[in-house]
T-cell receptor, first 114, second 110 residues
Framework: DTAVSQTPKYLVTQMGNDKSIKCEQNLGHDTMYWYKQDSKKFLKIMFSYNNKELIINETVPNRFSPKSPDKAHLNLHINSLELGDSAVYFC?????????????FGPGTRLTVT | SQQGEEDPQALSIQEGENATMNCSYKTSINNLQWYRQNSGRGLVHLILIRSNEREKHSGRLRVTLDTSKKSSSLLITASRAADTASYFCAPDAGANNLFFGTGTRLTVIP
């Protein structure tokens, strides 16, 4: 059983389009995250959610909107895609917010904007 | 910034040798975690060391933490080809917020 899953694995789209990436965890965790990894492998946290409540929004353009319909899901919607949005996006989860707890990462979604 | 900065950026060693990677950070932390990333995959947690700990072991891994110098090191002993991956440190200033850097790319030559 996959602990943290993301769909799609690859996403190729044109500038200006709107796209979504879905994430699901079956670990029963309370906290979920989105990270962006650029071409230089720099991994930066974008958002964290705890029990469906937004906790962190790390200087991310408002074109990015996370949505958590329930504790097990955290989706990422991106409006008006730009070339600079090309990256690998990782979803992760941890048992709770007040840890410390290790984070479990999904396999990533490689987004290419042309 | 709060992110961890790994050094060196790349490291190439022979199988059986030890590999040491260093991490520096700039803020006070509650704990620091190390993760591994195989090419094209997600990150996998290796070890967590709390701010009141100085050293921790897990199998062939040894992590040290010096909060006065704001630095940590990860030692992998008797390396194997399967250890080839990128290694990231992630300082946690609180609330499980991890600030990764760009990692150390380790290549173990069989």
């Amino acid at each position: 059983d996959t602990a943290v899953s993301q769909t799609p694995k690859y996403l190729v789209t044109q500038m200006g389009n709107d796209k979504s990436i879905k994430c699901e965890q079956n670990l029963g965790h309370d906290t979920m995250y989105w990270y962006k990894q650029d071409s230089k492998k720099f991994l930066k946290i974008m958002f964290s959610y705890n029990n469906k409540e937004l906790i962190i929004n790390e200087t991310v353009p408002n074109r990015f909107s996370p949505k958590s319909p329930d504790k097990a899901h955290l989706n990422l919607h991106i409006n008006s895609l730009e070339l600079g949005d090309s990256a690998v996006y990782f979803c992760a989860s941890s048992q709770a917010l007040a840890g410390p707890y290790e984070q479990y990462f999904g396999p990533g979604t490689r987004l290419t904007v042309t | 910034s709060q992110q961890g900065e790994e050094d060196p950026q790349a490291l190439s060693i022979q199988e059986g040798e030890n590999a040491t990677m260093n991490c520096s950070y700039k803020t006070s932390i509650n704990n620091l975690q190390w993760y591994r990333q195989n090419s094209g995959r997600g990150l996998v947690h290796l070890i967590l060391i709390r701010s009141n700990e100085r050293e921790k072991h897990s199998g062939r891994l040894r992590v040290t933490l010096d909060t006065s110098k704001k630095s940590s090191s990860l030692l992998i002993t008797a390396s194997r080809a399967a250890d080839t991956a990128s290694y990231f440190c992630a300082p946690d200033a609180g609330a499980n917020n991890l600030f990764f850097g760009t990692g150390t790319r380790l290549t173990v030559i069989p």
